[in-house]
């Protein structure tokens, strides 16, 4: 844009002239103007002239961003102003190359890139896991590459950091991956031991299972021994057949509700035994000490005992001092 336009389109953000459109995000609400968001958009010249119900109206409300991140995006495409952009903080540049991926716009993809590129030599460890995050999050192959290179490069001896607990669960076993070789196997295995317990991947308390089946004992007790009272009339037949047949349905239906969340909790730990099985398998225990397997691994609940005793063949004799 020349930059004599820059302050004229500026303007229209702060005097709301001619805007035909509100944009809330999160508490906000943005004026904007059809034409200039769908001139840079593809997502938005879709959303205003298709026949979404959002098309309809001249609120769109739009979720998954922060207000101060679509604040700068709306800057940007108003004005395309390069120094602006270069003035924000990796995390800002980092979200609006999220957006721009997702709504279409190839400049500001393009100008996040290029200063990813030439801050990332510079960046700290949680800035690099953030982009090793957005790059997977956008599957921008550059930038994971990048991220990869610099993580081993400058901080090969702090990847078994905090940060990585917060990472998806695709993500955190690409960076499982691409530890090896560079953490001490033993650091993976307590970094993999850190995320599925924050994370809630695994039951830690094997006490959990036998309270559900006492729990589960007591709810089906067939009564033998109750007091039952006395029947004294049909009509009193009638009312404790019909209470009787009541009381039975009730227990029925909450029998199957409790049968259907038992079923859907015994998937989730299937799926999350099968996700830790894989972040195993990424372990070369053949690596180890032995005397580290015995102190960490040993006590882990993340493998069963018959497990550990395979293992446990495959680690490294002790170093005598």
């Not at 809330?24 to 119900?53: M, P, T, W």
């Not at 997977?136 to 905090?162: D, G, P, W």
């Not at 094997?206 to 089906?220: D, I, L, Q, W």
Request: charged content about 30%.
């Amino acid at each position: 844009m020349d930059v004599w336009l820059q302050p004229v389109f500026a303007n229209l953000i702060e005097n709301k002239k001619f805007s035909d459109c509100r944009i809330l995000v999160e508490n906000e609400a943005f004026d904007c103007h059809k034409v200039i968001l769908a001139s840079c958009s593809e997502f938005f010249e879709r959303l205003f002239l298709g026949s979404f119900q959002e098309a309809k109206s001249d609120e769109i409300r739009l979720q998954e961003i922060k207000a101060k991140t679509f604040a700068m995006f709306i800057q940007y495409v108003y004005t395309y102003s390069k120094e602006k952009l270069n003035e924000c903080s990796n995390s800002m540049i980092m979200d609006l190359l999220t957006c721009g991926t997702r709504w279409l716009v190839d400049s500001i993809v393009s100008e996040c890139v290029k200063i990813l590129k030439g801050r990332v030599n510079d960046m700290m460890l949680d800035d690099l896991l953030d982009l090793f995050q957005n790059a997977h999050s956008i599957n921008h192959q550059e930038l994971i590459e990048i991220s990869v290179k610099f993580l081993r490069s400058r901080f090969s001896t702090a990847m078994n950091c905090y940060d990585v607990l917060t990472m998806t669960s695709d993500v955190f076993e690409q960076y499982t991956i691409i530890t090896g070789g560079y953490l001490p196997e033993i650091e993976r295995f307590k970094m993999i031991e850190a995320y599925v317990t924050v994370n809630g991947l695994i039951d830690s308390d094997p006490a959990k299972t036998s309270e559900v089946e006492v729990h589960r004992k007591k709810e089906g007790d067939s009564g033998i021994g109750e007091l039952v009272a006395a029947k004294t009339s049909s009509d009193d037949d009638e009312q404790e057949s019909s209470e009787n047949e009541e009381s039975e349905d009730k227990e029925e239906d909450e029998a199957k509700e409790r049968g259907t969340v038992e079923r859907n909790n015994t998937k989730i730990k299937v799926l999350h035994s099968k996700y830790v099985e894989m972040l195993l398998s990424h372990i070369k225990f053949n690596k180890m000490m032995k005397s580290e397997f015995y102190h960490i691994v040993g006590k882990s609940p993340l493998l069963t005992f018959k497990e550990k005793y395979e293992n446990m063949y495959l680690t490294q004799p002790d170093k005598l001092e």
